[in-house]
């Protein structure tokens, strides 16, 4: 089914829903996801829209998480009015267990507990995965893959897209961010203690510590919010701040790390990729090997993205070696 044909189904699947509705939505590319979510935007003005990262968290239940961190009147409103766009479901999709693919427990969980998400939020779920996720669905988990079947849309990158080296940054590109009430209060508190230490102590290390451990609290909770240019500014002041009073490679190199993840969120691949190697190489020195496979798997995910699909293989084989030998290295300990 062409993506034009697919797009109408959807949209019209999801107009003047009176009811909880969840879809799934599969697509090739980053790039291409966040094309689609402007699009259904665009056709579907009459709602308010929400997007909601599952990277990062510690969760078994996304009914349960979606229940705790997403507004009440999203919850239990009278009407459906929001749209909450999921993203990040591909990291739990699939655990590994005696060295065989298995579903994870939040897969799991979902298919168990499917009937609440109707019964518990008030709203229009959609949840974007990659190709590779769906077929790994359907394998392991045909349960919920028979659940969703109906609900699901596929959309493919346009053949005339599908020989390019890779994208151009786009430095119009600015993630929409998003600050529920709990983090946005948390933000100004943050914010307000940050800007009340007293700066004519700012040569003492009792000083320094609290600004140091301030921004990175601050830093943390600006990724949480999708504001990563903010983080950003954070990091690198921290950077310098650390590199005054003596900066451990690995605190250095969590940094790098830390900038590098945002970069990726901001579509700025060059730059995600550049200070991600930086990365590497200082937990290389230390031999922190722990990191490596975490490293190589974003790598591979920015080859991805750019449509270097060997680049992308080879980074993405050395992340699961690498996991597998750090696996195997904990068992027999």
Known sequence: MTNEKNEQILIKSLTNQQVSTIALISADTDKLKDSLKTRIKELLPEYEYIDFSLVGRQFTSINALLCEHLPQEVIKGDKITHVINISGL??????????????????????????????????????????????????????????????????????????????VEDENYHPQPYYSPERLKKIKELEHKLSSLDASQKEEMRYIRSKLS?????????????????????????????????????????????????????????TALDKFNA????????????????????IGSIYKEQRQWTKALENYQKALNLSSAVLNFRISQ
Request: charged content about 30%; proline content about 3%.
């Open 90 to 167: 591909d990291d739990f999709a699939i655990d590994f267990k005696d060295n065989k693919i298995v579903p994870s427990p939040v897969i799991e969980q979902m298919n168990f507990e499917r009937e609440r998400f109707y019964r518990n939020i008030n709203a229009i779920l959609i949840f974007y995965v990659n190709n590779y996720t769906i077929e790994k669905l359907q394998q392991t988990a045909p349960d919920f893959w028979d659940w969703v079947l109906l609900h699901h849309f596929n959309f493919t990158t346009p053949d005339e897209e599908k020989h390019s080296d890779g994208y």
């Open 214 to 270: 301030l921004q990175q609290v601050l830093a943390e909770e600006y990724y949480h919010v999708r504001e990563f240019e903010k983080a950003n500014k954070l990091w690198y002041e921290i950077l310098t701040i650390r590199k005054k009073i003596g900066l451990e490679k690995i605190e250095e190199a969590e940094i790098l790390f830390e900038l590098a993840y945002n970069y990726c969120e901001m579509r700025k691949f060059k």
């Open 279 to 298: 990365s590497l190489d200082l937990f290389m020195q230390i031999g922190n090997k722990s990191s490596y496979g975490t490293i190589y798997h974003n």
